[in-house]
């Protein structure tokens, strides 16, 4: 018996194989391989699936963990239009060593700046207050390389991974203020010794120079967004909130940049005061590119809209999205955009979804559960809702892959990227593995289609279902080598909750598998 899918995102699409030379306009589908004989278990360790493809199905309702769940009845494919073919030129993407390496060249070429101007002196005033320029001149580059950070440049978002540049802007949030502490105590400090006034007299006097006055109100702005950075005080805020104080550090780099102009390191040579400018006026060109004109244009160009919203479980929705020349957003599997859509309650804030399925006829399709208000409004957009994305963003796509073998290991709704992978992730019979933890079978997310997945490509496909307090431990180092007996040789692809993908990395690590090969991407600081 066979049925019929009622939209192309939900069909698997087959694979493509390359005509013959002799015959161009012929395209024959391989022969497929027998199913590899499953190995026996070990003693006293969890049972693993055979591959989905292999047995007929049986749904289970078990609230044993690491059952494997094997697919239902075959799901016909009806021909289809494949996804358009990617771009001849790839996304660029810089590398997080370079990264790193370009953050520290320019640092130490502020430290240089400072040593140039530096005069040695053995008095006290003069010691503050070189200490006092060089912490306000890393300060005030340490602003610039945060503001970057969230700029939202495709190819540092595309090489390094929105949720490390977020983990980053965070840590170098705390090093900024830090140094702008360092700044305001040392210039107070050898202002009284120069003086010979007290703490609070050479306070005062500092703060009647009117570039020190904006230095002061833009530290104010940057510590209120450090506060409201703190995890305990962030959970309190509405994302709203939280942006609109966000939005505060541009007002603070801005009265920064006039504290710096003033102040002998900067205004002392002309070169020196052209090359801060610019690299200030860079940045901000930057921020408005990317955050502004760039996602304007594309609402303009691709005429996104929702064309529909369909119910994929409890509390899980499917919406498709659709518009002009889509495929020139060039998104990969795996990756996420920001989307805004533009009804009441929604248009206000970008939310981060990965695509469920790859783009194809010029449609996205993302994949949402109620978590939270904004997510439960997803639910009721109706077709024709206009949408803005920006994007795409996330390092969690095929690029990251160095071996033939690949597990993927999705956690609740962390199941949208992969389930992209899972179909478009190149490789035979065996080469692709993907396992589900779920804490029961009503919980599992695009069930039918990753069972049809499965059968396309002759995958291995395993729902590990049971509470996350139970007796037994699923993603423990033993029961992940006895559901993929050459664990250590795969490239892992990890995506769900931060508690349990913090677990499985743990779990992966002890059982044999490099940290360089264990790819994930927290959406949580996406």
């Known amino acids: 018996m066979t049925t019929e899918a009622s939209h192309p995102l939900y069909v698997p699409l087959a694979p493509l194989t390359a005509p013959r030379a002799e015959e161009p306009r012929r395209r024959r589908r391989p022969p497929v391989p027998p199913a590899r004989p499953a190995e026996p278990p070990a003693a006293g360790s969890v049972r693993p699936a055979e591959p989905v493809a292999t047995r007929p199905a049986r749904p289970t309702r078990s609230a044993r963990p690491a059952r494997s769940v094997r697919p239902t009845d075959p799901v016909a494919a009806r021909p289809i239009r494949p996804s358009a073919a990617p771009s001849a030129l790839p996304a660029l993407r810089l590398a997080p060593g370079r990264l790193r390496a370009g953050v520290a060249a320019g640092a130490g070429a502020v430290g240089l700046l400072w040593g140039l101007q530096a005069r040695p002196s053995a008095r006290l005033d003069v010691l503050f207050a070189s200490g006092a320029h060089l912490t306000g001149l890393l300060a005030g580059y340490g602003v610039l390389v945060l503001l970057l950070l969230m700029a939202r440049i495709p190819a540092v978002e595309h090489g390094v991974g929105a949720d490390r540049l977020a983990r980053r802007h965070a ?29 609070v007299t050479a306070a005062g006097d500092l703060l009647s120079y009117g570039a020190i006055a904006a230095a002061t109100a833009g530290t104010a702005l940057l510590v209120a967004v450090g506060i409201t950075s703190a995890r305990s005080v962030r959970r309190r805020l509405r994302h709203e909130t939280w942006r609109a104080v966000h939005l505060g550090a541009l007002l603070a780099a801005a009265l920064g940049f006039v504290h710096q102009l003033a102040g002998p390191d900067i205004a002392g040579g002309l070169l020196t005061r052209w090359l801060w400018s610019l690299a200030h006026a860079v940045v901000a060109v930057l921020l408005v590119w990317y955050r502004i004109v760039v996602p304007v244009r594309a609402a303009l160009r691709h005429d996104l809209r929702v064309a529909e919203v369909r119910d994929e479980g409890p509390g899980v929705v499917s919406v498709l999205i659709r518009g002009r020349g889509v495929d020139r957003l060039r998104a990969e599997p795996g990756q996420f955009f920001r989307w805004r859509f533009l009804r009441r309650g929604l248009w206000a804030t970008a939310l981060p979804f990965s695509l469920s399925a790859p783009v194809r006829d010029d449609t996205l399709r993302i994949t949402v559960k109620a978590l939270g208000d904004h997510t439960r409004r997803v639910r009721r957009l109706r077709p024709g809702t206009r949408v803005l994305a920006t994007g795409p963003f996330g390092a969690l796509t095929a690029h990251r892959r160095t071996r033939r073998k690949v597990l993927l290991l999705a956690g609740g709704v962390g199941i949208t990227p992969l389930r992209a992978l899972f179909e478009t992730l190149p490789g035979g019979p065996g080469d692709v593995t993907l396992l589900y933890r779920a804490s029961d079978s009503s919980s599992v997310v695009l069930r039918e289609e990753l069972e049809a997945i499965a059968r396309e490509r002759r995958a291995d496909l395993h729902f590990l279902l049971g509470p996350s307090d139970g007796s037994f431990d699923p993603l423990a180092p033993r029961a992940l080598r006895n559901l993929v007996p050459d664990l250590a040789a795969h490239d892992v692809y990890l995506c769900g909750p931060p508690a349990m993908a913090r677990a499985a990395t743990a779990s992966l690590r002890r059982a044999g598998v490099p940290a360089s090969r264990i790819h994930s991407e927290d959406f949580d600081h996406a």
Not at 176 to 184: E, K, P
């Open 171 to 199: 840590l170098g949030g705390r090093y900024v203020l830090g140094l702008i502490a360092a700044h305001a105590v040392l210039a107070l400090c050898g202002h009284a010794v120069h003086t010979h006034a007290d703490l």
